[in-house]
């Protein structure tokens, strides 16, 4: 059953609310942009230079909205270094620097969002790419941010009440290839800012339907090279609307700045996976080996309420901030496999049948709040200090039924009516509550003098986290895991003349474990036929990291960059046995994760983004990036890299704009290396094929423009190689349980959208 996966997938769309909180302070005397301006743009658009002493790329919601992506996941397909090892035509755990989305810190408006999988990850592809006004990549942290952020960190900024000054429609057509007459959705979207009563109010809906049609074959051989055993047909239809609503206001009140917001978000999902299996490839009835059809149902409602106060007092700049956030979700999941050739006994002589259902509830609050104080200590020194809390309190319960199973007699006696199902009941780690408690004080100092600017801070950060696993031996049912880490950060900026700067940048970063390697639940049969239990006294993962890098301005809107980091690894949170002997007996074990081991993190990475004008197309813009990952670590067998890190990503692109035509065009094409990962039991490579998206435009009057995009143009694939071994024994000896080759495709999807500003 697949309910880990989609409830990590499911839980994700959350704090769309924080569209209230801005990057940065709003000035009184700014003015919100009139729709129009965002909305159609007559002219290439670039990457932002920033002017953060920490290394940051700032990317505007123009930069994307061309290729018009539906999600956030989307736009970020086309940044710097972020890799993503998600099924065809998804994007949801950003893997910044390749790396596992556990060491990637999302950040919306600057501010830590609560992770919903049990890797703490936040996931991307629910937060609709409306709603954002620009993507941030911070490549070392800074002590005013959470320090969980070994690879860097993603700050998703999104519109606030300023944002906009007047309203827009959005509206189209979807259109995906995966029958004959092609399968059609809709999006439509709106948006208002204006002024309300002595305040700004925001007002923004979206709703847009996705699906992604998957095609996946697997060849199954008993070892490389060696006999092909079977076969796999599979068709994996993903299909659902998603819904987005949220409101900002804000305004003065006693001699400050305060800011309301609210979002309610339903993601409302179906999953159809069918799969037919052939015994030695040969895809006849008479070969037919099983029949499977497994249908998932999910349903995620998020309520999320955010308030910010700014004012000035003590001195300097005081901003108390207060959030709360619920999630519930409620997944259904049922499998049916027919079984056929099993035992050498051919169908029609006896027909197995097997039945299972499971569902997941899960119910999640997050209270957050912090107080931070900024205070000028003289024209071109800053004190920053403040505290950032967060209380979680989950409850996950995952159950199943017992399996159904029966065989059918031959024709022409009835077949048996099918068993009900008996009730449900938690699978082993299904039943848990959740509470954490974090408490992160910080100090950070920043000066700017002239061609020089710096900042330098201490951070530290207390976790307290207790897990009830009602599923686990009275024992040992509660664990608690406490730490505190403390996290110094230092940056410098050197303008060495007008269009050329440096900067390096050097900052102590953490990795806390997932929830799962904490609970003391024993899954049996976890790495093939060995068990695995969690480890209440982890300790998480910590780096010590430096980025270096130069930039220059192109031109007045052009800018080229290089930057090389490096992370130095330590407590490596990896698979060790425990020495006991698992279920299965004699040759088995049980396992559990210990801190063991160090490991390094290194690249290098090259962007460019700029118009022609050098060669007379000032209305042609280019970018270009690429991002070369590397990185080490011992494991059981040896050395590796790190599991699932791609060695490179590789992004170029181009627009060009007809004004007197009111017209543009462009192209975007990207590829990501292979990766690969290797745990008990299991190896597994993954490579994937090229993604080309085009589009046309064309603008009517100042108030309309509609869109063409083409995505996945060139019908890009997956493709993965499975080693399986019974034992961790079996791996090291190469020999195999299974050897399979899976590739999947989605084929190529097309969206006519519409926009109108008025």
Known sequence: MK??????????????????????????DDQPTRVSEIIITGQPVFRNRTEETAPVLSFDLEYFQRFEPLTVGDALKRVPSVAFLSDVLESDGVRLRGLNPAYTQILVNGDRVPGAGDDRSFFVDRIPAELIERVEVVRSSSANRSGDALAGAINIVLRDAYTLNGGYLRAGVLRWEDSEYGQFGGTFGAGWGGEVGPGRLLLGLNIQDRRNPKNKFSARFDEPGGTLENTEVQTDVRDGTDYAFNAAYEVEVGGGELELGAAFVRTDRFQDEDSREYRGGVETNANLLTINDNDLDIQTDNLALRGRYERDMLGGETTFKLGWAYIDDQQSEFEAE?????????????????????????????????????????????????????????????????????????????????????????????????????????????????????????????TDTTITDRTAPAANRISDNDYAFLLPSASLRWAISETDRVYVSAARTVRRPSFNQLSPAILEEEFGDSDFVGNPNLEPESAIGFDAGWERRLGRRGVIGLNVFYRDVSDLIE????????????????????????????????????????????????????????????????????????????????????????????????????????????????????????????????????????????????????????????????????????????????????????
């Open 3 to 28: 309910t880990s996966l989609w409830m990590s997938a499911a839980l994700t769309p959350l704090l769309f609310g924080l569209a209230v909180q801005p990057a940065v302070a709003q000035e009184a």
């Open 575 to 758: 698979e060790t046995n425990t020495g006991r002997q698992g279920s299965e007996g004699p040759g088995t074990f049980v396992y559990t994760v210990d801190n063991i081991g160090n490991g390094e993190v290194y690249g290098v990475e090259f962007d460019l983004s700029t118009p022609l004008s050098v060669v007379g197309l000032e209305n042609t813009g280019v970018y270009l990036n690429y991002s070369w990952l590397d990185s080490s670590i011992e494991d059981f067998i040896g050395d590796r890299r790190f599991n699932s890190q791609s060695d490179y990503v590789f992004n170029a692109g181009f627009t060009h704009d007809i004004p007197t035509w009111g017209a543009a065009f462009g192209a975007s094409y990207r590829k990501q290396g292979d990766a690969f990962e290797r745990v008990l039991a299991e190896e597994v490579a993954t490579s994937y094929g090229a993604d080309l998206e085009v589009f046309v435009e064309k603008t009517f009057g100042e108030n309309v423009v509609v869109r063409l995009t083409g995505s996945n143009l060139l019908n890009a694939s997956k493709d993965e190689v499975f080693d399986k071994f019974g034992s961790i024994a079996d791996q090291v000896a190469r020999d195999y349980d299974e050897y399979e080759l899976e590739t999947e495709d989605a084929g190529p999807w097309f969206q006519l959208v519409a926009r109108v500003a008025f």
């Open 338 to 462: 027919s079984e056929y050739l099993r035992d050498a006994i051919a169908f029609p002589d006896e027909d197995r049948f097997t039945l299972d259902s499971a569902d997941v509830s899960i119910r999640d609050e997050e209270l957050s709040a912090a107080i931070e104080h900024e205070i000028d200590l003289s024209d071109d020194l800053e004190l920053e200090f403040g505290v950032q809390y967060n209380a979680k309190d989950r409850e996950s319960l995952i159950r199943e039924t017992p399996r159904i199973r029966f065989n059918v007699p031959n024709a022409p006696a009835p077949r048996p009516t099918v068993p009900a199902f008996g009730a449900f009941a938690a699978v082993p780690g299904g039943d848990l509550t959740i509470e954490e408690t974090r408490i992160d004080p910080y100090v950070m100092l920043s000066g700017d003098r002239g061609i020089l600017s710096w900042e330098a801070g201490l951070r530290y950060e207390t």
